[in-house]
């Protein structure tokens, strides 16, 4: 990831509701979610949602699909990962003992 697209994505994600959307679409993978239930869910109205839908998929943090009469939206969590790789590239300065709790805190799974 370089860093135009590092600043568009750390952009996307600033505002409050897009970050929550992001968030739930991450905990949706790989199903994704309806846009009509993510805007029940989040509780919004649907015209606001497609608007912070449309500046993720410009970041390049979600995609979306036709689904018969739905449109489906997940998230690109493989640009999340060059995203995190970006920003904690180089936060050891080569002293690795500095990031194991930052790599142990997202090891999760």
Not at 21 to 49: K, M, S, W
């Amino acid at each position: 990831m370089d860093m135009e697209s590092a600043t568009g994505a750390l952009g996307a994600l600033s505002q409050g509701t897009r970050l929550e959307v992001f968030r739930l679409l991450v905990r949706h993978e790989p199903e994704g979610l309806a846009a009509g239930e993510i805007a029940r869910q989040i509780g919004v109205a649907q015209n606001t949602l497609s608007t912070h839908l449309a500046i993720l998929a410009r970041a390049g943090l979600a995609i979306s699909e036709r689904n018969g009469r739905s449109i489906v939206y997940r998230a690109r969590i493989e640009r999340l990962r060059a995203l995190m790789l970006f920003l904690a590239k180089d936060c050891c300065g080569g002293n690795a003992e500095l990031c194991a709790p930052l790599i142990a805190e997202l090891a999760c799974c």
